[in-house]
Nanobody, 119 residues
Framework: QVQLVESGGGLVQAGGSLRLSCAAS????????MGWYRQAPGKQRELVAT???????NYADSAKGRFTISRDNAKNTVYLQMNTLKPEDTSVYYC?????????????WGQGTQVTVSS
C-alpha cells in the first residue's frame, strides 16, 4: 500500500515554530514534486509550498519568509519548517506527492495534521 503519513502538528502560541514531516511508504520507485497544502474550516484547500525532486521551491505569498520546505529523496520525506506562526496559519495541513510506481503514476495525499496557533 502506497501512502503518505504526516506528523508534527500541534498547538503553538503566535510567534512560535513547528516542523511538519511527511513520509511516503510502499512500492514507490521515485517521487517527483512534493508539497504542502492547508485547509481552514469553511475555506478551500490552498497551496502552501512545493518542491521539485531537484530542490526548486515555490511558496504562497503567505508563507514566504516564514516557512521553509525541504525534502530528503533517500527517505521519500518532505518537511515544512514553520516559523513566526500567526493565528491565521491555523489549518489542517496536508502533504502531497507525485509518485512513480510500477505501472504508472499516483497523486498521493496525506491524512492531514492539525496546526493550531493561539493568539
Amino acid at each position: 500500500q502506497v501512502q503518505l503519513v504526516e506528523s508534527g502538528g500541534g498547538l503553538v502560541q503566535a510567534g512560535g515554530s513547528l516542523r511538519l514531516s511527511c513520509a511516503a511508504s510502499g512500492r514507490i520507485l521515485s517521487i517527483n514534486d512534493m508539497g504542502w497544502y492547508r485547509q481552514a474550516p469553511g475555506k478551500q484547500r490552498e497551496l502552501v509550498a512545493t518542491i521539485t525532486r531537484g530542490g526548486s521551491t515555490n511558496y504562497a505569498d503567505s508563507a514566504k519568509g516564514r516557512f521553509t520546505i525541504s525534502r530528503d529523496n533517500a527517505k521519500n520525506t518532505v518537511y515544512l519548517q514553520m516559523n513566526t506562526l500567526k493565528p491565521e496559519d491555523t489549518s489542517v495541513y496536508y502533504c502531497n506527492a507525485d509518485a512513480n510506481i510500477v505501472g504508472g503514476r499516483l497523486k498521493l495525499w496525506g491524512q492531514g495534521t492539525q496546526v493550531t496557533v493561539s493568539s
